[in-house]
T-cell receptor, first 111, second 115 residues
Framework: RKEVEQDPGPFNVPEGATVAFNCTYSNSASQSFFWYRQDCRKEPKLLMSVYSSGNEDGRFTAQLNRASQYISLLIRDSKLSDSATYLC????????????FGRGTSLIVHP | DTGVSQDPRHKITKRGQNVTFRCDPI?????LYWYRQTLGQGPEFLTY????????KSRLLSDRFSAERPKGSFSTLEIQRTEQGDSAMYLC?????????????FGPGTRLTVL
């Protein structure tokens, strides 16, 4: 089993739709969690961190479920510009901070 | 520009040749990471430095790969005797050590093609 698993998609949704991605991780000692966005042939960029209490940034909401070992990303009112690959990132504790990336979920928002 | 920079952006080489890539991190970042990314996959960790010390290497990193960060600033990644399977995007990232939620900033990557 991979350390971080994501459904690769693609998720093909119309503008204005709400879409949700899940990501599961295998290491229960994982301590910090992130969603990164990667546009085609570009480097990954941080979208948002995922805190235990959940957090929201505009149209984006991230949640963490430690008991079930998954994190989620919800995008409301999808825009064409949201089309990208969304990478789930999980980091173990202990100071070494070596992020493990999922393979990414591809989102295509169409008019 | 104060972001992470990488050079070259593209490299085409023949199998068996050696290649070297450079990464210049954000100046105040003491941690520097190298990743490899292939099509349809997320970045895979290769190695990382804290200042000039190489603290960990992935089991993925064969002995043909070596990385240095001699003065704790820029870093180089060398691949000796390249193989076609080395074709990938090589990404460098940097961050400030200390808090787990400190953001990791990526460079634009070096795309390697081994013929």
């Amino acid at each position: 089993r991979k350390e971080v698993e994501q459904d690769p998609g693609p998720f093909n949704v119309p503008e204005g739709a709400t879409v949700a991605f899940n990501c599961t991780y295998s290491n229960s000692a994982s301590q910090s969690f992130f969603w990164y966005r990667q546009d085609c042939r570009k480097e990954p960029k941080l979208l948002m961190s995922v805190y235990s209490s959940g957090n929201e940034d505009g149209r984006f909401t991230a949640q963490l479920n430690r008991a079930s070992q998954y994190i989620s990303l919800l995008i409301r009112d999808s825009k064409l510009s949201d089309s990208a690959t969304y990478l789930c990132v999980v980091n173990k504790s202990g100071g070494s901070y070596i992020p493990t990336f999922g393979r990414g979920t591809s989102l295509i928002v169409h008019p | 520009d104060t972001g992470v920079s990488q050079d070259p952006r593209h490299k085409i080489t023949k199998r068996g040749q050696n290649v070297t890539f450079r990464c210049d991190p954000i100046s105040e970042h003491n941690r520097l990471y190298w990743y490899r990314q292939t099509l349809g996959q997320g970045p895979e960790f290769l190695t990382y430095f804290q200042n000039e010390a190489q603290l960990e290497k992935s089991r993925l990193l064969s002995d043909r790969f070596s990385a240095e960060r001699p003065k704790g600033s820029f870093s180089t990644l060398e691949i000796q005797r390249t193989e076609q399977g080395d074709s990938a995007m090589y990404l460098c990232a940097s961050r400030v050590e200390g808090v787990d939620y400190n953001e990791q900033f990526f460079g634009p990557g070096t795309r390697l093609t081994v013929l």
